[in-house]
C-alpha cells in the first residue's frame, strides 16, 4: 500500500516546523486552500504547486516527495544530481502527460460536436 503525495506534503510542512498557512506563503500561494485541500482531501497537487516546493525546499528529495522512497531530506552532495536529475525526469514525465490529456480532450470535444450533431438531427426529424 502506497502513502499518498498528499501525506508526504502533510509530513513534509510539520518536519520543516510550518502550518498551512506559513507553508503556502513560503512557497509562493496567497493563501492556504491549495494546500489545505491537497492535504485534507488528499488531491494531487498541481505540477506549480510541486514545482514551488522544490524551488522553495532545495534540500528536500523530490524522487521521496513523488514517490515515497528514500530519504525525505537529500545529504549530502552527491545527491543534488540524482534530484535535478529527478527533477528533470518529472518535467519530462509532465509534459507528455499533458500531451496525451490534450490529445484525449481534443478527441472528446470531437466526439462531443458530433453528439451535439447527432441531437439537432433527431430533434428535426
Do not use: C
Not at 508526504?8 to 494546500?35: A, D, H, M, P, Q
Amino acid at each position: 500500500m502506497s502513502v499518498h503525495i498528499s501525506n508526504r506534503i502533510s509530513v513534509l510542512i510539520k518536519e520543516l516546523g510550518y502550518n498551512f498557512n506559513s507553508f503556502s506563503k513560503v512557497i509562493g500561494l496567497t493563501n492556504n486552500t491549495t494546500i489545505g485541500r491537497i492535504v485534507n482531501e488528499q488531491r494531487n497537487p498541481s505540477y506549480e504547486v510541486l514545482r514551488k516546493i522544490m524551488d522553495t525546499f532545495e534540500n528536500v528529495n523530490a524522487y521521496w516527495l513523488l514517490t515515497g522512497k528514500g530519504e525525505m531530506f537529500a545529504n549530502n552532495k552527491m545527491e543534488e544530481p540524482v534530484a535535478e536529475y529527478v527533477k528533470l525526469s518529472f518535467d519530462t514525465k509532465l509534459l507528455a502527460y499533458f500531451r496525451e490529456k490534450d490529445i484525449e480532450l481534443l478527441k472528446l470535444s470531437e466526439e462531443n460536436g458530433k453528439l451535439k450533431e447527432k441531437i439537432r438531427t433527431l430533434k428535426e426529424e
